[in-house]
């Protein structure tokens, strides 16, 4: 596929654009249409498929594709939220990754989509008293994928991690709907204390490549935390912060960072945090 294909909104929408951009692909490329018949064009929705790729990817000696592909379809059986976020999630790549050609290429390729989707059932494990089974999850997603999520943390929907490697969120971070954030991204703590530690990033915010933002602290809905910086404290709505330790550059920054992925900060900065 040479070009972008057209958003499709909805939970069947994006169902059905996945299947036709498989159908596609198979066409095209016989060499993957095995793989892409098992994967995608055999399943009757999103919840089956999805659930065959999270388990192809995560089943190894221990906990074997079959039984993690039994986890996953238990929690999509138990709340069917998780899979209109993750269908949620993949459009949000599409609408910000210029490198994404359609739905099928993170679907299949991207290991923040899939990170954060090994996650979401981590998190309903959790949430019913199954942690070691969740906690083997989130073992297996930071070896696979070089992200690590803690199954406590709470992730919105429409969520994109772009590129992905390096990426740590705490036990007790929330990071809100319509988020994106690059690699190298820190959910943290600062110290050794328990209890409630890690950051609340709120809607529509943009974390950009090697951000640290640590304690518990609030990031106002659609600020921006520019690549590099280092956040100590609570970042207002709106506004941009940049550099160690982190300033407020400008109050109002863009109106939907996260959407629009603009990364840029204003020349001076004007006031400390």
């Known amino acids: 596929m040479s070009r972008k294909l057209e958003v499709v909104t909805g939970g069947t929408g994006v169902w059905r654009q996945l299947l036709d951009e498989a159908a596609v692909t198979a066409r095209d490329e016989p060499s993957l249409a095995s793989m892409l018949n098992g994967v995608i ?36 059986a138990a709340d069917p939220s998780i899979v209109a976020a993750a269908e949620a999630d993949l459009m949000a790549v599409l609408e910000r990754d210029p490198a994404a050609r359609g739905t099928l290429q993170p679907f299949l390729f991207y290991k923040g989509f899939m990170a954060l989707q090994v996650h979401r059932v981590a998190h309903w494990l959790w949430t019913h008293g199954r942690e070691m089974m969740a906690l083997h999850l989130q073992s297996r997603t930071s070896e696979l994928f070089q992200v690590d999520i803690h199954p406590a943390a709470r992730i919105g929907k429409g969520v994109f991690v772009d590129h992905a490697t390096g990426v740590v969120i705490g036990e007790t971070a929330v990071v809100g709907d319509d988020v994106s954030m690059l690699h190298g991204v820190t ?87």
Do not use: W
Not at 47 to 69: M, W
């Open 187 to 273: 959910l943290g703590g600062t110290g050794a204390q328990r209890g409630d530690r890690h950051p609340k990033i709120g809607k529509g915010v943009l974390l950009g490549a090697g951000a640290k933002v640590l304690g518990n602290i609030h990031i106002g809905d659609y600020a921006k935390i520019a690549s590099g910086s280092v956040v100590l404290k609570a970042v207002p709505p709106n506004c941009t912060a940049a550099g160690v330790p982190a300033r407020l550059v400008n109050c109002q920054t863009c109106e939907e960072p996260a959407r629009t992925m603009d990364h840029t900060v204003p020349e001076i900065l004007d006031f400390v945090i």
């Open 41 to 76: 064009l055999r399943h009757e929705g999103m919840a089956q498929a999805l659930s065959f790729q999270l388990a192809r990817k995560i089943g190894e000696e221990g906990v074997s594709a079959l039984t993690a592909r039994e986890l996953c379809a238990e929690a999509y």
